[in-house]
């Protein structure tokens, strides 16, 4: 066995497998993988193997698309052939308006990603799968390169790729420990000896934990376990002479494939059942659950009405493993947070289809830094404290529970809530919030306008549209107050601030005390990275402030670039602090009545300041920064005193029209100013200079990034981004909906919603540049539609920013 090696990758499913394979395929060779018994000795073996195309985000079918490349292509290898069935298609069942609105909109999607699903009426779904009943069927969406595979076969075809090329596989080698060592390599401890490597990748499948206990992490995974049973063969399906299409559920629960004359059949009960929570038996390998298919009896009822052919057929085998989830159903592909080179590719909750992608895109990461698309959908980082085993089991039994019921627009599910919250948090319940989710953290979403108000979640513009107009007219006619919770925000000291941040950013900083400023940072390719705002408090001192999700990704992303010296520090505030926004043309006012020690003027307060302030008796830090477009400021309060201040700039504003405002209102007012979200809007596919963000690029200095955003300013855009009006009033877009130029796909939208201001429904979307100039008319395709659009101005609302300046 080698005692050095570049990377060990630990665990031999498919998640390894693949990301050992395409290491090689990234032409780093010298990298080994060690696993504790055979290879799919875990998950992998027992998997009911299905290969689909389908998934909520352009990364996902893009990274599925190219497990199906893979495997078709390992399927036709002479020297090494296996076992896929590739494009028997596949039926995704829909039995609700929302369920075919639902696909309408993945359609759309996927064909930005250049993939062609179909929505079929249910004669011809019953046509492709004759074994189906058409009752309370609306119809169902076609996946044509839905198939399955061998699992173990797979894993062998990648493994022997990954031999020829160079790679190591160690087979009954458990890895015992782990070491960090100061210098940021590992090395890795196994009952056959030691191995020094420079990087890491846990790939431990359920035991992935044991794993994250030898480095001091808890990854947010946790198993199910997940039943499938066989059937005896099934004499209407010997008498076809095509493989009937794989069948997936959303009302009933269920799905199916073929399995030689008979089918698979499995469930997603309700009374479903968490494994492994207390530890996992050592000699749980090649191993299963007891079969309990009496836990599946009511899922059962639905499924036999679908496939009616099940009453008579004999059970042949029952197979019932765990399955890994993370609190939001998307794997951990990427980076362990806190750790330097150590990575991760777990909680795969479909992992034969995704796994190819998913070792794909994990290999360009580490080898490139960056992969093809922008992976935080599959990002570690995505999820932080609040994110513990446990909290994971409670959002898993959910998921679980509604494995093919996709999410819903603004829908989020009940489980573990509250796990992060603020003093004002029953304060703004008790006014009418409607919370929703962001990092963990609640947040107002919009205020009921009665108590009983309940948000008919669809596809289309629904029930809190007026709701969402009357908060805009607050903030646009006189002012609104809101919560923002859990805003990422770092404080920065050291005599060289100003030297490294700068290097750090590639935008200018605002180096006087009491100034701030919107800031980019890119990636070593020179696209986005990050955006922050940074406040400078004095000539050492600094707040570096970002969006909530962005708290561990930035935090890793700075302090691997801190000086070795020591003489810049960093103190993370996040939980400490939280902001009131008072937005609107009476947030002056309010804000001396409230705080009259303080000189709001224009001239003492002028836009884009900070200041301390008093309120009352807090000690508050006051921004003159405005994401809605309206005079604004943002208060940062020290969470002890986050209630009074509250009450004071509530009391204070009453004489001037006062009303809470959620993110709804929110979001369309940054629409209409062409604000973009990060990882929505800004992402690491492009540059500053395709993010039309050319203003926020300092060139007459050095900073990350900046040689490559050369080279890329001198090749021209990829895409540009735009802002498009849709000649539509009842659906918005979704993101990534397609922009199509005839048949043709041009572009993806990134962010999309009603402009409550100017009256439009927005979209934001990378195009094209052919297609980027103003007044470009294209279409996007909402809900099955091809919608006309038009390209315009980014900043519709107040173009000139006088009112932000007022
Ligand atoms: C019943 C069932 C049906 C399924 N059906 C489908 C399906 O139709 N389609 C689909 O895409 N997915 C399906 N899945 C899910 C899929 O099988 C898994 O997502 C996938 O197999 C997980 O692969 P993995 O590599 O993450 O984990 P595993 O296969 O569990 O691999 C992890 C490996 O790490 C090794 N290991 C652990 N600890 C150590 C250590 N300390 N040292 C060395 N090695 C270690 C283990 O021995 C194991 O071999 C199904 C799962 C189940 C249970």
């Known amino acids: 066995m080698k005692s050095q090696a570049r990377v060990v990758v630990i665990g031999g499913g498919i998640g390894g497998c693949s990301a050992l394979y395409h290491l090689t395929e990234e032409g780093w060779r010298d990298v080994v993988l060690v696993e504790r018994d055979e290879l799919t000795s875990g998950t992998t073996w027992h998997s009911a193997a299905q290969v689909t195309n389908f998934g909520a985000n352009q990364v996902m079918v893009g990274l599925k698309s190219h497990s199906i490349r893979l495997y078709k292509e390992l399927a036709e290898d002479p020297d090494y052939p296996i076992n896929y069935h590739h494009a028997t298609g596949g039926l995704r069942l829909a039995s609700t308006q929302d369920h075919l609105d639902g696909y309408r909109h993945f359609i759309s999607l996927a064909k930005g990603m250049g993939v062609d699903f179909e929505l079929l009426d249910p004669a011809e779904c019953r046509r492709r799968h004759p074994l189906i009943t058409t009752d309370n069927l609306l119809g169902a969406l ?23 090329a160079g790679a190591e596989i160690y087979r009954h080698t458990p890895v015992t420990a782990l070491t960090e060592k100061p210098d940021g390599e590992w090395i890795v401890h196994t009952d056959k000896g030691d191995i020094h490597c420079e990087m890491i990748v846990n790939a431990g499948g359920y035991r992935c934990n044991e794993i994250g206990a030898m480095m001091g992490v808890e990854l947010p995974v946790a198993s199910m376990e997940h039943q499938y049973l066989l059937t005896e063969p099934i004499p209407e399906i010997a008498e076809l002479d095509f493989r009937v299409p794989l069948l997936r559920c959303p009302a009933d629960d269920f799905y199916s494939r073929q399995e030689k004359q008979g089918l698979l059949v499995g469930f997603y009960e309700q009374g479903c059942k968490t494994w492994g929570l207390d530890g996992i038996d050592p000699n749980f390998t090649n191993a299963l659950c007891p079969d309990d298919l009496d836990r599946c009896i009511d899922t059962m009822e639905g499924t036999f009405r679908r496939l009616p052919c099940l009453m008579e057929a004999g059970i042949h085998s029952v197979i019932n493993g765990p399955i890994t989830y993370t609190p939001d159903g998307l794997p951990l592909v990427g980076k362990i947070p806190g750790k330097r080179n150590a990575w991760c590719i777990t909680g795969l909750r479909a992992g034969l289809g995704e ?13 490139r830094g960056e992969a093809c698309y922008d992976t935080w959908p599959l990002d570690p980082r995505r999820f932080t404290r609040h994110a513990t085993v446990d909290y994971t089991a409670l959002k898993a039994v959910e998921d679980y529970q509604n494995e093919f019921r996709f999410h819903m627009p603004h829908e989020y599910r009940p489980a573990a809530r509250e796990m992060k919250t603020t003093p004002l948090y029953p304060v703004l319940a008790g006014i009418g919030a409607a919370f929703g989710v962001v990092n963990g953290w609640e947040r107002a979403l919009y205020f009921k306008p009665a108590p009983d108000f309940e948000e008919q979640h669809s596809f289309r513009f629904n029930n809190t549209f007026d709701v969402v107009a009357q908060e805009v007219a607050v903030v646009q006619n006189a002012v609104g107050i809101m919560e923002v919770s859990g805003f990422n925000r ?16 590639c935008s200018r900083l605002p180096r006087r005390p009491g100034k701030v400023a919107l800031t980019y940072l890119l990636n ?8 922050a705002t940074i406040a400078r408090l004095a000539p050492d001192r600094a707040w570096y402030g970002a969006a909530a999700a962005a708290e561990y990704h930035d935090l890793d992303w700075l302090s691997e670039r801190l000086p070795a010296d020591g003489s810049i520090r960093f103190e993370n505030l996040t939980d400490d602090f939280s902001i009131l926004v008072l937005a609107g043309p009476r947030s002056r006012d309010v804000l001396a009545k409230a705080a009259p020690g303080c000189d709001w003027s224009r001239e003492a307060f002028p836009w884009l300041s ?65 604000f973009r979200h990060w990882k929505a809007d800004l992402i690491t596919e492009y540059n500053p200079l395709e993010s039309a963000l050319d203003r926020f690029v300092r060139w007459d ?49 990134t962010s999309a919603g009603w402009g409550h201001r100017v009256g439009c429904n927005l979209a934001l979307a990378f195009v094209d540049p052919p297609f980027a100039q103003d007044g470009s008319l294209l279409s996007v395709e909402v809900l099955g539609e091809a919608v006309a659009a038009r390209v315009g101005e980014i900043c519709l609302y107040d173009p000139a920013f006088s009112l932000v300046r007022a």
């Open 142 to 164: 076609w996946d044509p390169l839905d198939g399955d595979i061998d699992p173990a076969q797979l894993c062998q075809a990648l493994a022997r790729r990954a031999r020829k």
């Open 355 to 367: 796994g190819g992608g998913h070792g794909w895109l994990l290999a360009q990461m580490m080898v």
């Open 490 to 505: 770092y404080e920065i000291t050291g005599e060289g601030l100003d030297d490294w941040l700068d290097g750090i950013v």
């Open 524 to 531: 070593e390719q020179g696209n986005i990275k990050a955006e």
């Open 610 to 674: 900070v200041r301390p302030v008093a309120v009352g008796d807090a000690e508050v830090l006051a921004m003159s920064v405005s994401f809605s477009g309206e005079l604004a400021w943002e208060l940062h309060i020290p969470n002890g005193q986050l209630t009074a201040v509250f009450q004071k700039l509530w009391a204070a504003g009453q004489a001037f029209g006062i009303r809470p405002f959620g993110l709804y209102a929110t979001e369309s007012l940054r629409l209409e100013k062409g």
């Open 701 to 749: 200095k050095d900073f990350v990034g900046k040689a490559a955003l050369e080279n890329m300013a001198a090749s021209g855009p990829r895409r540009c981004f735009v802002s498009m009006t849709l000649d539509t009033a009842s659906a918005p877009a979704q993101p990534g909906d397609s922009v199509l130029s005839g048949d043709r796909v041009v572009g993806s939208v």
